[in-house]
């Protein structure tokens, strides 16, 4: 069964701090996404890679940085948290080749930025 | 016009109701379509995808009109596990970074 982990459903953090959130899949997918998703905007790509160190930016990165080191696991940063990052983030991966537009979703950190 | 359309709902039907959503792309480049279900505090979740021939999938159609850049679905006989948010959503990349651009969604409640 294809299983996509994300290291914390609830998050509770300070303006100011840094913050990690992780993502790890099991499918040996080469693509990884981070999302964020907030009510009457719907699912909003922050950040892809499509490989191992390779990284692009996707509609709203500002704010945000990643890290993919190993292929199974990619991380999504908060340099400095701020209350507007308050939000439903998510993971996905997906295959390079077909079928590539299957994307598996983690189950959600829900954020909370004081 | 915005990347991805959707009617913007709630939709409220009986058990057992013929059900449509409509949804509009604005890339006329775009390669793949699919739709997404999305239950209350769920991740997504691929429900099929769309092709310019429709196709059907038990009680879920869909179909494509690439001339007038329009996808829908139609859910037949509607049961209360339907009850979910719907995403339209349009791939437009080629390569190796498939990007997938999601509608805000539908929500759907069956009602018994």
């Known amino acids: 069964d294809v299983k996509v982990t994300q290291s914390s459903r609830y998050l509770v953090k300070r303006t100011g701090e840094k913050v990690f959130l992780e993502c790890v899949q099991d499918?040996?997918?080469?693509?990884m996404f981070w999302y964020r998703q907030d009510p009457g905007l719907g699912l909003r790509l922050i950040y892809f890679?499509?490989?191992?160190?390779?990284?692009e930016k996707g509609d709203i990165p500002e704010g945000y940085s990643v890290s993919r080191e190993k292929k199974e696991r990619f991380s999504l940063i908060l340099e400095s948290a701020s209350t507007n990052q308050t939000s439903m983030y998510l993971c996905?991966?997906?295959?390079?080749?077909?079928?590539?537009?299957?994307?598996?979703f983690g189950p959600g950190t829900r954020l909370t930025v004081l | 016009r915005k990347e991805v359309e959707q009617d913007p709902g709630p939709f409220n039907v009986p058990e057992g109701a013929t059900v449509a959503f409509n949804c509009t792309y604005s890339?006329?480049?775009?390669?793949?379509f699919f739709w997404y279900r999305q239950d209350c505090r769920k991740e997504p979740k691929l429900l099929m995808s769309?092709?310019?021939s429709g196709n059907e999938d038990g009680r879920f159609t869909a179909q494509l009109n690439r001339a007038s850049q329009y996808i829908s679905l139609l859910i037949r006989d509607s049961k209360l596990s339907d009850s979910a948010t719907y995403l339209c959503?349009?791939?437009?990349?080629?390569?190796?970074?498939?990007?997938?651009?999601f509608g805000k969604g539908t929500l759907l409640t069956v009602n018994p």
């Open positions: 996905a991966s997906s295959l390079a080749g077909p079928p590539y537009n299957e994307q598996f």
């Open positions: 499918m040996d997918h080469e693509n």
């Open positions: 890679s499509y490989d191992v160190k390779m990284k």
């Open positions: 890339n006329s480049a775009s390669q793949s």
């Open positions: 769309v092709y310019s």
């Open positions: 959503v349009v791939s437009n990349s080629g390569g190796s970074n498939y990007k997938l651009t």
